[in-house]
């Protein structure tokens, strides 16, 4: 999670769309020990919807690598997660949720092209009014 602070920290201020990108390039470029990419042990996801977590209702997109070391074990599973998180509107209401999953680093030019063409991305990937998180967590 260092070494992904920093690369954030060269990006400011973050966008959703430096962010994806800074996401995208730590996932082809770095590996992580004991992770299994072909066996799924090395993935990421974005996802989004409207939500209120108990803090106030956010439109929210989030761009996670999950990490799994040991497969047979369900409490072994570690989440990157960077979410962005916008005041909703009618208009981001109306995009509903959903999320996409990248499997293997050999597949990322098709989920980075149809992530950047996802109406939910496009609607806030350049806005400047989101806030930022990153979090590094066993979610197992």
Sequence with gaps: MKVFREILKSKLPLSLRSGLSSMLSFYTESRVEDCNVDDDGDMLLVQW?????????????????????????DEDIW??????????????????????????????????????????????????DSTAELTYECAG
């Design 49 to 73: 919807g409207t939500y209120d977590w108990g803090a106030g209702e956010h439109f929210e997109f989030n761009v996670t690598r999950q990490l799994i070391r040991n497969p047979s074990e």
């Design 79 to 128: 989440q990157l997660a960077l979410t962005f998180r916008y005041r909703p509107d009618t208009f981001l209401r109306s995009l509903g949720e959903g999320n996409r999953w990248c499997h293997h680093p050999r597949d990322i030019e098709v989920f980075r092209a149809t992530t950047e063409q996802n109406p939910p991305f496009l609607a806030v990937a350049d806005r400047d």
